[in-house]
């Protein structure tokens, strides 16, 4: 039995694939999909999601964030972008990180939601520094 | 009786009115088709983050600590309209009745005692808003006027513009105003309340016939999954308002440019038929000249 992978973004559905397990990047830690998982909504992270067919890794993806629905036969991910990790480019997540990290000083210190919110793009831009290849 | 040479001009310039009439008919008609699919596109979107939000939201209305843009300020004393349209004319009375509806808000609202503060996105929606309503514009307005298209980030540039102004508590209740598509031949000026933000139907949840029905898991805990939820949807709101928005604009270029073109084909079948008979009536009284004098030798 495999499950069902959806990623939409707001502008295109992105991906549609069928997989053994699918790993979620969750804010609160990695998570693996099998089919037959409860019903459950998830909050992700900057991260990969990687896609497992007959205990291989055939596709990895990064996303900068979003939340995803699991149902027990389709795992249906909102995010804004999604990119094989092949082509990701390093100096990409280097720019995003200087300019969040700059938004996150110039955020006001009594202001948490910014600051959340500065903080989880700073996290997004170092989990793309990770993922992408060494140039 | 206008003088032949002069029909000759009109005729020609109302040719080349038509010419560009059905020119803009024809761009009209492909950017119609390419707002279309952008719309189409954004859905399946749209209804998964409906269908969470419904779930979550129904877990959360009535904690005490439900987020602002869910359950609002708690007031509703001043009112926030949003209003969309489109950066140039020509286009019927598209741009018009969106502003009229906003302008008949904002009285009504006005009347029943309540502050209104307008935010438009898009220039003609600006200028009329300006000469009707100069005193509740805010100063802060947005148009696209030069680009080419619009895409997600500047419905997150608008959204983040809104929600920066609740949290300065400028206002206690939003409200979008903009031109629903309803088909290419008609766009309905709607009004649409995004904060509070309205619990959509809880539409049920997606499962397989023979599994045991069950409820969705939160990670992390509802309210904080909801917090971070709101914004995007309300990102989505108004990215959906700007799509149907552009893609009534373009229908409703297409349908006046239409009609222009037609307008312009009927005057110049009148003008020719005028031109022909102002011809016709010069060369019978040249004849008749002619005729008369043979006969005067």
């Excluded at chain 2, 005193?135 to 997600?152: E, H, Q, V, W």
């Excluded at chain 2, 010069?282 to 004098?293: A, D, F, K, Q």
Aim: net charge neutral.
């Amino acid at each position: 039995m495999l499950i069902d992978l959806e990623i939409v973004s707001p502008e295109k559905l992105l991906l549609s694939k069928s997989a053994d397990m699918v790993v979620l990047p969750a804010a609160e830690g990695e998570m693996g999909v099998l089919p037959g998982h409860a019903p459950m909504i998830v909050l992700l992270r900057g991260g990969t999601i990687k896609l497992t067919v007959g205990g291989t890794v055939t596709d990895t993806l990064y996303v900068s964030g979003g939340f995803a629905e699991v149902t027990t036969t389709r795992v249906t991910v909102l995010a804004t972008e999604a990119v094989e990790v092949a082509s990701l480019v390093r100096a990409e997540g280097e720019s995003r990180l200087a300019a969040a990290e700059a938004e996150y000083a110039a955020a006001d210190r009594f202001n948490t939601e910014a600051l959340d919110v500065a903080q989880a793009k700073i996290q997004s831009a170092r989990a793309l520094i990770e993922a992408a290849p060494a140039a | 009786m206008p003088s032949l040479k002069s029909l000759r001009i009109r005729i020609n310039s109302v040719k080349s009115t038509q010419k560009i009439t059905s020119a803009m008919k024809m761009v009209a008609a492909s950017k119609l088709r390419r707002a279309q699919s952008k719309a189409e596109a954004a859905r399946p979107y749209a209804e998964r983050m409906e269908r969470m939000l419904a779930s979550l939201g129904a877990s959360v209305a009535g904690s005490p600590s439900a987020p602002k843009l869910l359950v609002g300020t708690g007031s509703d004393k001043t009112h926030l309209l949003v209003v969309f349209t489109a950066d140039r004319g020509l286009a019927g009375a598209f741009n018009t009745n969106v502003g009229r509806l906003a302008r008949n808000t904002a009285r009504r609202l006005e009347s029943e005692g309540k502050t209104v503060k307008i935010f438009t996105v898009g220039r003609k929606g600006r200028d009329y808003l300006r000469r009707e309503m100069a005193a509740n514009l805010l100063d802060d307005s947005i148009t696209y006027a030069g680009r080419k298209s619009i895409d997600f980030a500047d419905a997150e540039d608008i959204a983040n513009r809104i929600t920066a102004l609740l949290h300065d508590g400028a206002f206690d209740v939003c409200t979008v105003v903009y031109n629903r598509f309803a088909s290419v031949i008609s766009q309905v000026p709607t009004e649409m309340q995004v904060i509070p933000a309205p619990l959509p139907e809880t539409p049920a949840m997606e499962v397989p016939p023979g599994t045991p029905t069950a409820t969705y898991e939160y990670e992390p805990a509802e309210e904080e999954l909801l917090a971070r939820l709101l914004p995007q949807n309300l990102a989505i709101q108004i990215y959906r308002a700007l799509l149907e928005s552009s893609a009534g604009e373009h229908g409703a270029r297409m349908s006046s440019m239409d009609n222009a073109t037609r307008n312009a084909g009927d005057m110049i079948k009148r003008l020719s038929q005028t031109y022909n008979r102002a011809r016709q009536a010069n060369i019978t009284r040249e004849l008749i000249e002619i005729i008369s004098g043979a006969e005067a030798i």
